[in-house]
């Protein structure tokens, strides 16, 4: 039997559709289907000059400008042969870690939400994503949609009493909260026997299918940019890369909160370590000139690798625009965690995934 799932359903996390074979309720494969949401992200980049795709990137994984701000910088700047000054690099690294929290936690509360525990736990994790996202507003303006980040440094020092509340969420707050959440979640019974031993992606397999991120390193392989190639001034800080090794919805979910708590980690040096000082290289500009020539910019983003590949001719605007979106590409492993599995998982293996739809389709 042949069953579609999608694409307008709230389980899909978006407009998606999964074509399900079945026998009996075991699921023989699973087929996905997407673009439903394609907007030409790509080629309407190319019309624009290179400071008009800024805020243009935050649509990406809307959850996560600040990352999506992050990879396209470093793509510019490399081209442009520039640097940001310290204190900028300090706080385009917070923004990054901050921004990896609050992903990480709508993806835990939606997981279970995914698992039936009807957004409960889910608004005890948005109320520390309110709190983050009360920083990101006073920084740039804007609680989702950020376009903080500028070519050689990020649009604004940070207004007067924000660092205070950065410090007493990274010191006091967070570490409690995260606890709480682990405390309630981790040891639930049902959370474990809906999680445990489903969905799983082995190393080898997750590795085939060019997995990256919490979907990689939950499968037994540390592999992370900010080690593996680090950017910006991550090699200056100490902190783990978690990884996990069933490779299942479980491990993928204990994964996003050990990260948790490595971005608290990171989160404590940078505050330790903030410099004063300007945060732009020189006078901000509304056009900038880029050299002819090609370059890829990369991060670790909350979802995997988030990469920018640009190609200049010299002119106000790339001649070649594209991104490589982490949720489109760890997608692809969908079908092969759901073979075997029951239907009724298969809901719970996608939310384990966490995609956004803006980055898939583009």
């Known amino acids: 039997m042949i069953v579609n799932l999608g694409p307008q359903h709230p389980s899909t996390h978006g407009v998606f559709r999964m074509v399900v074979v079945l026998d009996g309720e075991t699921i023989v494969d699973l087929k996905p289907v997407f673009g439903y949401l394609h907007r030409n992200h790509e080629k309407i980049g190319e019309r624009c000059t290179w400071l008009q795709i800024m805020p243009f990137t935050d649509r990406l994984d809307?959850?996560?400008?600040?990352?999506?701000?992050?990879?396209?910088?470093?793509?510019?700047?490399?081209?442009?042969?520039?640097?940001?000054?310290?204190?900028?690099?300090?706080?385009?690294?917070?923004m990054a870690e901050l921004t990896r929290i609050v992903s990480h936690l709508v993806s835990i509360g939606f997981l279970l939400n995914d698992l039936g525990a009807y957004f409960t736990p889910v608004l005890y994790a948005l109320e520390e994503r309110e709190l983050i996202l009360d920083i990101f507003e006073a920084v740039s303006g804007s609680r989702m949609m950020c376009n903080y980040f500028r070519f050689g440094g990020v649009a604004?020092?940070?207004?007067?009493?924000?660092?205070?509340?950065?410090?007493?969420?990274?010191?006091?707050?967070?570490?409690?909260?995260?606890?709480?959440?682990?405390?309630?979640?981790?040891?639930?019974?049902?959370?474990?026997?809906?999680?445990e031993g489903v969905g799983v992606l082995t190393a080898e397999q997750a590795i085939a299918l060019s997995a990256t991120g919490p979907v990689l390193r939950a499968s037994g392989v540390p592999y992370d940019i900010r080690r593996a190639d680090p950017y910006s001034i991550y090699d200056r800080f100490e902190f783990?890369?978690?990884?996990?090794?069933?490779?299942?919805?479980?491990d993928r979910y204990l994964l996003r909160l050990d990260e948790i708590r490595q971005s608290i980690r990171i989160l404590k040096q940078v505050l330790k370590d903030l410099p004063e000082g300007p945060v732009q290289v020189g006078k901000p500009q509304w056009q900038v000139r880029v050299p002819a020539g090609e370059s890829y910019g990369r991060v670790e983003g909350p979802k995997g690798e988030l990469g920018y590949y640009i190609v200049s001719n010299g002119k106000p605007n790339p001649w070649r625009y594209h991104v490589r979106a982490p949720s489109f590409i760890n997608l692809t492993s969908l079908a092969q965690m759901a073979r075997g599995g029951k239907v009724a998982d298969v809901v719970v293996i996608l939310g384990s995934i966490d995609i956004v739809l803006g980055e898939v389709d583009r």
């Open 62 to 94: 809307y959850i996560s400008s600040m990352s999506n701000n992050f990879g396209y910088a470093l793509a510019v700047e490399r081209l442009m042969g520039i640097k940001p000054p310290e204190r900028a690099e300090y706080i385009r690294v917070m």
């Open 156 to 195: 604004r020092d940070l207004p007067e009493g924000v660092l205070e509340k950065v410090k007493d969420l990274v010191f006091e707050r967070l570490p409690r909260k995260i606890d709480e959440l682990d405390r309630y979640l981790t040891r639930n019974e049902i959370v474990r026997v809906r999680t």
């Open 240 to 250: 783990d890369v978690a990884v996990r090794y069933h490779g299942d919805v479980y």
